[in-house]
């Protein structure tokens, strides 16, 4: 029996300073969340939670930690 990725949700949000695309979807009874950075496309975060807000929260949560330590260069 496989399990598919149900109730999934994309949107882009400004966390630190960056854009960041933040994913959320449900697998079975556990909530997936996950964020990365626009440009490149590599991902930041990935989070599991009981609830989709609460896997969010996390996935934002973290992906501001690392962002806010990202020294941004001025040219």
Aim: proline fraction near 3%.
């Amino acid at each position: 029996m496989t399990t598919r990725a149900e109730e999934f949700q994309e949107r882009r949000l400004n966390v630190a300073g960056w854009p960041v695309n933040l994913s959320s979807y449900r697998l079975g009874a556990e909530w997936h969340g996950k964020a990365d950075n626009v440009s490149p496309g590599a991902s930041l975060v990935r989070t599991t939670g009981a609830t989709r807000q609460g896997a969010e929260d996390k996935a934002v949560a973290r992906a501001e930690a690392l962002l806010g330590r990202t020294k941004r260069r001025i040219i």
